[in-house]
């Protein structure tokens, strides 16, 4: 059989984005409509802010809950007719919540999007929670966090969150079941009052209809949420504080979880798109070096990954592998080099390249879909953005030279600036790794107070 060549990469399209309008509401509500009309449907993103001012365990427990059970039903529907109306439109409605915000997903069909509007709007000044359905619901939500402070994966990402943030908010995400327990129905009802407001909140619908009828729908549905409410600001993220590696002793544990942070910027920042790049080259995809290194060169893990993760208070660069207890020094070490390698040796050429290309086309493919472009447009926004920052940040990527890139790779890929974790076996794993590097102790991240 002959072996046919691989053929070269075609020119990077040009990205092009759809026609946008926006309208601010007199209750505080920024409304952004997107005409997309690939398919009759229609994507809605409303995003509301949920920052807390401080570390709190109980409140990551109550927006936790709330997101749950906010649809649950109202004075006037239960949570079945909520799912039955949502049906008859081929629609759907999803709430999820993170450090920085609430955010409400859903769908429907264009014809069902009056009546997909007016259930939300039932929903954000009518929920109910009804004590039946929070007790259910709760007990759900305890059996996830069980099951998932079981895992090290979870364990190893909690104990890296702990390390970096210290007492900011950011540092303990999920609740611990003892503390999910201790919310009640009137507890969400006094959250929902107190933190699901319009003010500073933005609606993003996507679909095929013209962008005057989204935005004139969403007013009229809309419009009479109640536009109070508290405006709470989430404080800065403390600088990175390298220092001794922190070992998470989990006994018996068959494999090592190793987790490194580093400095990161803004999308807003002049070094984002070199730093993008740079990642990519480092461990941010498939063909990157590490990924090379640790994986298919000497197989210590499957899947080695990096990425630039963004909050509303601050950017961090993230990286993490799983690797077998025995190896678990000599993927550390690797790691290591490779960060090194980067932050003082230009990339070549033809890596520069195929990053770039893999950064532009997932570019294009992320916004290809109704819904790709929704929670774009919805996560743009809740930093000040808009969907032109898009064709910004192309350009930025088009553009970075390798001098640029190696500059950003020296700033914020330098090894003696990461903050280190590995979850594993200490007795099996610590005298290597304390080879390498200083090491410290701390417990398992496991909250149940």
Known sequence: MSVRAVPSLGPTRKLTLPKTAERALSNGLSVIAIRRASVPLVELRLRIPMPSTKLSRPYVARTSLLSQTMLSGTSQMSTVDIAAELQTVGG????GCDPDRLLVSGNSLVSGFDRILGILSDVLTDAAYPPDEVSTERERLVDRIQVAQSQP???ARAALLRRIYREHPYAIQSPGPTQVRSVTPRTLRSLHEDRVHPAGATLVI????PTNRALDAAEQALSG?????????QPPVPPLAPGPLTLVDRPDSVQSSLRLALPAVPRTHPDHAALQLANLIFGGYFSSRWVENIREDKGYTYGPHSSVEHSVAGSMLMTSAEVATEVTAPALVETLYELGRMATLPP????LEQARQYALGSLQLAISTQAGLASFASTYAGFGLRLDYLTEHAAGLAKATREDVAAAAARYLAPAGAVTVVLGDAAKVEPAIAAVLPVERAPLPVDDE
């Open 348 to 351: 070549k050429e033809d890596e």
């Open 225 to 233: 949420w109640d536009g109070g409410g508290k405006r709470v600001r």
């Open 153 to 155: 994966s979870f364990l």
């Open 206 to 209: 996507v679909g095929d209809l």
């Open 92 to 95: 759907a409605l999803n709430v």
